[in-house]
């Protein structure tokens, strides 16, 4: 029993490691509440979005993260570490790469922050 205890323990360790992990993600954070809604979304992502970005931003609106091969995750804050989420809204229409946990939920992908390069 106490053999079984400790194996127990050992895969429990090895998936709350993996599950602590974070995954990098590059691509452009985008306003999703202008580039989803929209039927040419390209017309609003760049740096021609970049202020429009900002400002939704700034208003609390939806942030997301564009991949390079084309995938959309919404971005969360961390509740415990906002700080990268913070440095996400200075990058707004910005290309970068993002550290952190991908959660998926009813389809909706996402990825709670937690570094930004």
């Known amino acids: 029993?106490?053999?079984f205890l400790v194996l127990a323990a050992g895969v429990m360790g090895l998936v709350w490691t993996s599950a602590a992990r974070a995954?990098?993600?590059?691509?452009e954070i985008v306003d999703l509440a202008c580039y989803m809604p929209h039927g040419?979304?390209?017309q609003y992502r760049g740096p021609g979005h970049k202020k429009c970005a900002e400002t939704c931003a700034k208003k609390g609106l939806?942030?997301?993260l564009l991949t390079d091969d084309k995938q959309v995750y919404l971005i969360l804050e961390d509740h415990e570490n906002s700080k990268p989420y913070a440095t996400v809204k200075d990058k707004a229409?910005?290309?970068v790469t993002l550290e952190g946990n991908k959660?998926?939920?009813g389809g909706l992908q996402?990825?709670?922050v937690e570094a930004v390069k």
């Open 110 to 112: 996402a990825i709670v």
């Open 1 to 3: 029993m106490r053999k």
């Open 103 to 105: 959660v998926a939920l």
């Open 40 to 42: 040419n979304p390209e």
């Open 93 to 95: 229409a910005e290309h």
């Open 62 to 64: 939806p942030l997301g």
């Open 23 to 27: 995954d990098s993600f590059t691509g």
